[in-house]
């Protein structure tokens, strides 16, 4: 398995920006992907960002524009900048990995331990 540690979430104003960093550690060479989703009290989690390690990336629609993901692959790194954050990206944040399992594309995800980022209004 994967093991993730988040860093990098915190109180900001609206139109503020943050940085949100996790570093994986353990079997990262199953890595076939990292990304970021987020959790709003009361709402399900959701993708908030992806890069394949092809590096292609996947953004949710709300945040296009605003966030970006980057990836070192040789640090086994993502990064989420966050910037002109709104009152409704207010969330818990989380890292996941997705792993290849087998030669047949089995997968399975890993998660960090999950960062708040509060904006205020």
């Known amino acids: 398995q994967v093991q993730l540690v988040e860093s990098g979430g915190g109180l900001v104003q609206a139109g503020g920006s943050l940085r949100l960093s996790c570093a994986a550690s353990?079997?990262?060479?199953?890595?076939?992907?990292m990304g970021w989703y987020r959790q709003a009290p009361g709402k399900q989690r959701e993708l908030v960002a992806v890069?394949?390690?092809?590096?292609?990336?996947n953004y949710a629609d709300s945040v296009k524009g605003r966030f970006t993901i980057s990836r070192d692959n040789a640090e086994n790194t993502v990064h989420l900048q966050m910037n002109s954050l709104k009152p409704e990206d207010t969330a818990v944040y989380y890292c996941n990995a997705n792993l290849i399992l087998n030669v047949e594309g089995a997968t399975v995800d890993s998660w960090g331990q999950g960062t708040q980022v509060t904006v205020s209004s």
């Open positions: 890069m394949k390690n092809s590096g292609a990336t």
């Open positions: 353990g079997r990262t060479y199953n890595i076939n992907a």
